[in-house]
């Protein structure tokens, strides 16, 4: 599935390109020779999953419990879900969103490649003087909407959440993996801009200049053996890294070697972020590792084989974690 993910300001013309982008793809797709398999089209939003704006609005909330906000986090898993639904190398997703925070972004990236299918970041560049003015207007006409009937506008946001939101949001970096390629439009791009954009996003993921995807590296192989004890060896060489960095972090520095267990000699290296890493931070991320492969079970040769893929994998995994949390 090549995945589009569009970000930008709030307020700043998002919808509107994507509905845009979305009649492109369509256009490209219908004018595919008969003989090919038709690519799927899918418009994903805030609106089609019925989202209110109201989720990211944190100013109600008390300082304490700002960065745990679980109405957007509970938003994140809908739109999450929707996507990874249809993930598959014949459906292209366009996901139309706010998509301000970089982790999220990184997660979104991480999907894609484990679907071996390209994504890409398109930013829509709009000034913070124009966006805040576009939903100042939206706020207007909501207020002089109140009691009558007619068209519905798009929803703007409260103004303490808008200059939130502008505040938090943060911008894609083409210089790392997740936001790259980063394509950008702004306000005043006209449509024939627009397609000529549009276009070079076609050929990056579904045209002559798609490249073959491999799947992250936090992916475990597995080959098909009954009778090997997966999930025991996924917790213990798990458990096994996590006490090795704990011990070793003070006396090594930025990295840690981790003995790749396959009784070469060689070793593996977690690079850390600079900073010390606590229990509860690495316990976090073993488990979501632990998530995504313990489906295995059953399925993956056990003993040093397996052994060693896993640490492998699970040393991939952290420092692809540590790089997205720096």
């Known amino acids: 599935m090549p995945l589009i993910i569009i970000t930008g300001l709030p307020a700043s013309g998002k919808s509107t390109r994507a509905a845009q982008l979305h009649a492109y793809l369509a256009e490209r797709i219908a004018a595919l020779p008969p003989s090919s398999q038709p690519y799927r089209l899918h418009l994903i939003s805030d609106t089609t999953q019925g989202i209110s704006r109201t989720v990211y609005d944190l100013s109600a909330l008390p300082a304490h419990v700002r960065s745990a906000n679980a109405s957007e986090k509970d938003a994140r898993a809908s739109i999450y879900g929707a996507v990874k639904r249809v993930l598959s190398p014949r459906d292209i997703v366009v996901l139309d969103g706010l998509n301000y925070i970089k982790g999220w972004r990184y997660q979104l990236f991480c999907e894609a490649k484990n679907a071996s299918t390209p994504s890409a970041v398109l930013q829509v560049g709009c000034s913070v003087e124009r966006a805040r003015g576009v939903n100042e207007e939206r706020l207007r006409k909501r207020g002089e909407a109140v009691g009558k009937e007619g068209e519905a506008e798009e929803e ?29 439009l702004i306000w005043e791009d006209d449509e024939a801009q627009a397609r000529e954009v549009f276009g070079r996003i076609w050929d990056v993921l579904a045209g002559e200049a798609k490249k073959v995807v491999r799947p992250n590296q936090s992916t475990v192989q597995r080959d098909k053996d009954p009778g090997g004890d997966y999930l025991y060896v996924l917790e213990r060489e798990t458990q ?53 492969n313990r489906g295995g079970i059953g399925l993956e040769a056990v003993g040093k084989l397996a052994a060693t893929r896993l640490r492998e994998s699970f040393v991939g995994y952290l420092n692809d974690a540590f790089e997205k949390d720096g």
Do not use: C, H
């Open 240 to 292: 096994d890294i996590i006490k090795r960095i704990l011990e070793r972090q003070m006396e090594e520095g930025g990295e840690v070697r981790i003995p790749k267990g396959n009784d070469s000699g060689e070793d593996l290296v977690v690079e850390l972020p600079g900073r010390k890493v606590g229990l509860p931070q690495l316990q976090r991320y073993r488990r979501a590792f632990v998530v995504l």
């Open 156 to 184: 703007p946001y409260e103004p303490a959440n808008w200059e939130n939101l502008v505040f938090r949001y943060e911008e894609p970096n083409p210089m790392t993996r997740w936001d790259s390629p980063l394509f950008t």
